[in-house]
Structure formats: structure tokens, C-alpha cells
């Protein structure tokens, strides 16, 4: 089965600084999508950004980027030019690619990010 | 932009009752899933459900718990006899496709009290 590891339970960053939030993950599998989803105090997940595994160029969303390392099993989240408005637990979540295969989220346990002014 | 909505935003029922929590995908979408969120725990996956039936679920969906897409536009989760354990943030998503770049589309959630 597959499983995502973010660990760092908690991180805070300075308004307009750059931060970097850490994703692993476990899979056999050679076809998969990742994402990063945003869930502010709403509660509602808000997709961020996402990647198809066989990529190698990561990718961009405004200040939102990531770096996938595929060997290392590695999908960190960099958010440049942090803002107030970023404040929100952040979940790394994996879905297989494999045709036929499950389609379902399987999520981190999520990162608290503190945006301080 | 389309939104999933989810009603009602938050219930409190008593243990053994019973309740259905109701969504409205976005109009589009053929893929249906819910979600659930201990608090304080990470998002789990409970059911996906396309073309009228369940593709997959999982073991927390057991015989408790039931999905339905009565009339075309909401799909609805039931949970029987609901247990203390119940409790939580339940998500329902929707998405148009399957495969990439197709992303879900998550509601603000139904939070649900079981006392």
C-alpha cells in the first residue's frame, strides 16, 4: 500500500520570506500523481498544485512550485513571497496512474504553516 | 468557478441515529467521492462511485455507511447507526475524469458531531 510522509508537523515562515514544505512517499508503483492540497481555517481543500510522476520538469503555480526527486520518492512544496493568506494546514496526498487502478487520495498527515507579519 | 457543495456545514446527531450528509457535485463531473477527516488526523479515503454504482471503497466503509446519487445532481452518504467514532469532517469530491490533469474538486466539508 501506498503512504505519504510529511514531516514536519509545524512550520512557520516571515511574510514575504520563502518556505519549504517536506513530502515522502512509498509506492511500487512507476505511474502516479501528486498534489499538494491547502486547507485554510474554511476547511476546505483547495488543490495547490499538482504533478504526473513521469514528468521531470516540476511544476509552477505562481509562487507555488515543487521539487520532485522520483529516486528519492521526494515532493517538496517551496512557496515563494509568503503571504498572510497562506496560513493553512498543507496536505501532500498520492493517487496511483495506473490504468484501472484506484483513484483514490491517499494523504499526509499535513503540515501547519504560521505566516508571521 | 464551479464549486462541490455540501449541506449542511455542521450536524450533531445522537449515537444509533441515523443521518445522511448531502453534496452537489460540480454539474459536469462523473466521478463521486467522500472523504472523512478525524480531527487533528490526516483526510482518509471512504468510497468513490461512478456511473451509478461504487468503483471502489474502503475499510472503513463498511456496512454502516452507503452512498446514493438519487436524482441526477446530489450524491449522499448515509451512515446508519451512527457510533461515537463517527465523528468527524466528512469531504465530498468530484472530478470530471480519471486520468491527468484532471484534479478533485473538494466541498467545505460536513462536520459531524455524534453524541
Redesign the interface.
Known amino acids: 500500500a501506498q503512504t505519504v510522509t510529511q514531516s514536519q508537523p509545524e512550520m512557520s515562515v516571515q511574510e514575504a520570506e520563502t518556505v519549504t514544505l517536506s513530502c515522502t512517499y512509498d509506492t511500487s508503483e512507476s505511474d502516479y500523481y501528486l498534489f499538494w492540497y491547502k486547507q485554510p481555517p474554511s476547511r476546505q481543500m483547495i488543490l495547490v498544485i499538482r504533478q504526473e510522476a513521469y514528468k521531470q520538469q516540476n511544476a509552477t503555480e505562481n509562487r507555488f512550485s515543487v521539487n520532485f526527486q522520483k529516486a528519492a520518492k521526494s515532493f517538496s512544496l517551496k512557496i515563494s513571497d509568503s503571504q498572510l493568506g497562506d496560513a493553512a494546514m498543507y496536505f501532500c496526498a498520492y493517487r496511483s496512474g495506473i490504468q484501472g487502478g484506484s483513484e483514490k487520495l491517499v494523504f499526509g498527515k499535513g503540515t501547519k504553516l504560521t505566516v508571521n507579519p | 468557478e464551479p464549486e462541490v457543495t455540501q449541506t449542511p456545514s455542521h450536524q450533531v446527531t445522537q449515537m444509533g441515529q441515523e443521518v445522511i450528509l448531502r453534496c452537489v457535485p460540480i454539474s459536469n463531473h462523473l466521478?463521486f467521492?467522500w472523504?472523512r477527516q478525524i480531527l487533528g488526523?490526516?483526510?482518509?479515503?471512504l468510497v468513490?462511485f461512478y456511473n451509478n454504482e461504487i468503483?471502489?471503497k474502503?475499510e472503513i466503509f463498511d456496512d454502516q455507511f452507503s452512498v446514493e446519487r438519487p436524482d441526477g445532481s446530489n450524491f449522499t452518504l448515509k451512515i446508519r447507526s451512527t457510533k461515537l467514532e463517527d465523528s468527524a469532517?466528512y469531504?465530498c469530491?468530484s472530478?470530471e475524469g480519471?486520468d491527468?490533469?484532471y484534479?478533485?474538486?473538494?466541498?467545505?466539508?460536513t462536520?459531524l458531531t455524534v453524541v
Open positions: 466521478y467521492y472523504y488526523q490526516k483526510v482518509e479515503f468513490s468503483s471502489e474502503s469532517m469531504f469530491a472530478s480519471v491527468f490533469p484534479g478533485y474538486t473538494f466541498g467545505s466539508g462536520r
